[in-house]
């Protein structure tokens, strides 16, 4: 004889609101994911001691704890100021950031002598600041999601962020290179010889607010199409000025401040988010038509001219044959080239690498660095985690229901995935060497402060998207249902 089955609780007799239990359910699930990425990164660090070290410390799960308890704070920010947000979003980057702060460490255990390594400090060197670098980031993505209640109220100061963002990308340009250039690149502002900022980081933020902003209010005018070819309706010629004044900034940071990847990533965010806007594949074929052909000139211009197209055109050709002189300006692409190839399908093994022999392994070339160790397989791993979380910037895009919060998202999203293209695909040979950090990885302030501050902005537009709404009859309903369509009123999108 069977027993009667036990009818579930429902929320009427539980007393419990739906959106109560779909943002519990959403945190509690966030935190168990969290909690797995914090074992992942103490495996990854005991792994590394038992290579390097022939042994495990006693104190080999001290930075996972450490780690854990930071981002255990912010998930209850998030709790209690965003409960509706995405739930793998926090767990994805904290796993990229804990493997990161790893691997600087393993770099600090590789750089000591081998009689001192057992005895190095667990927050000494480049991973001990690395580690303090991850605290004052997330307090800023906390602070950023206790002021910023609503995504939309950031839109009052859209041009402010504009002239900002216009601000921080220019002043390394102007500044003498001794206070802005390092490995050949005019990115920085530095203060001695033992601190610097990278402002650029911080003004792709700015500028995506004021791109979204501007391309809400100007959609309509940027939708119309003057004629169609090739069964493409490509836009009137006097609606090109937007693109054209973005494109000539993208080239004069390619110019003046020698990096190719700072200049793609600006003007393919633009192009990108008016994409979304205007849902007009044109947008993107003369996007990439400028930009290829602007980048070409400058090539061409570097071998004629020189002067400030040289460092381009020298990259350019160390990317078009990285052996030609492997001893010297292809040294740190052949380097990084040779340590994917040795790492293979499954790597030498965390710590059982040689990382050292990289230029720059800390921060530009860290994911070749990681290649030898964990192999393809690994990297793979780490790229879909990377795609896991434009995914669900992309989701929070769909999801909420202004056009001001589905730009800003899709913008943050393709802005993260564009950024760990132009470096991977520089570190593989895809495309020339650029002068970009490999988001939540790379070791530095700058990067790293940004894109927790671009993570928190995603959690809030996310938030906003899946938070119950009252209907017309009292009950709740999820605000992220059906999206709104891009072509509402742009009043009702830019004022909360």
């Known amino acids: 004889m069977t027993a009667a089955a036990t009818p579930a609780a429902s929320p ?147 041009y402010t962020l504009g002239l900002a963002g216009i601000v921080l990308v220019m002043i390394p340009a102007v500044l003498p290179s001794r206070f802005s250039e390092i490995n050949g690149a005019k990115l920085w502002i530095k203060f001695g010889d033992t601190f610097s900022i990278q402002p650029g980081e911080f003004a792709k933020l700015a500028l995506l607010v004021f791109f979204a902003y501007y391309l809400v209010r100007k959609r309509e005018v940027l939708s119309l199409a003057s004629r169609r070819f090739l069964g493409i309706d490509f836009p009137r010629g006097r609606d090109l000025g937007p693109v054209v004044v973005v494109w000539l900034i993208s080239l004069l940071v390619l110019v003046f401040e020698k990096d190719l990847g700072t200049s793609l990533l600006y003007f393919g965010m633009f192009v990108v988010t008016l994409y979304i806007a205007t849902e007009r ?121 202004d056009s001001f919060g589905k730009l800003v998202a899709g913008g943050l999203a393709f802005t993260l995935g564009l950024q760990v293209f132009v470096i991977v695909g520089g570190i593989s040979k895809l495309i020339p060497l650029t002068g970009q950090t490999t988001p939540f990885l790379s070791a530095g302030g700058s990067s790293l402060m940004a894109n927790w501050l671009l993570i928190a902005v995603l959690l809030r537009v996310s938030d906003g998207a899946h938070r119950p709404v009252t209907g017309g009859g009292g009950t709740a309903r999820p605000s992220g249902g059906p999206p709104e369509q891009l072509h509402g009123a742009p009043t009702e999108v830019i004022r909360p």
Not at 69 to 78: E, N, P
């Open 12 to 158: 009427a007799t539980t007393g419990e609101q739906p959106g109560v239990r779909l943002a519990r359910s959403r945190r509690n699930a966030e935190l168990s994911l969290l909690l797995l990425a914090m074992v992942l990164v103490a495996a990854y660090g005991a792994t590394v001691e038992a290579t390097m070290l022939d042994t495990v410390t006693p104190d080999f799960w001290i930075p996972a704890a450490a780690l854990g308890a930071v981002f255990l704070g912010l998930h209850l920010v998030i709790r209690f100021l965003a409960p509706f947000a995405d739930p793998a979003l926090l767990p994805a980057v904290a796993l990229l950031n804990g493997l990161g702060v790893g691997f600087l460490r393993r770099l600090d255990l590789g750089d000591a002598v081998p009689a001192e390594r057992e005895g190095l400090a667990v927050f000494a060197g480049t991973g001990g600041r690395q580690l303090a670098w991850t605290l004052v980031s997330v307090i800023l993505a906390a602070g950023l999601l206790a002021i910023l209640r609503d995504h939309r109220s950031v839109s009052r100061y859209a």
């Open 281 to 401: 594949v044109s947008w993107l074929i003369i996007g990439l038509v400028l930009f290829f052909g602007g980048a070409y000139l400058a090539y061409i211009l570097g071998d004629l001219v020189g002067g400030p197209f040289a460092n381009f055109y020298l990259r350019a050709e160390i990317w078009l044959d990285p052996f030609a002189d492997p001893h010297n300006d292809g040294y740190q692409l052949v380097q990084g080239l040779l340590a994917l190839g040795t790492g293979g399908l499954f790597g030498a093994g965390p710590g059982g690498g040689q990382p050292g022999l990289l230029p720059e392994v800390q921060n530009d070339f860290i994911f070749a660095g990681l290649g030898e160790e964990i192999g393809l397989f690994g990297l793979s791993a780490l790229l879909v985690i990377y795609l896991l979380i434009v995914e669900r910037g992309l989701r929070a895009a769909l999801a909420v229901r």
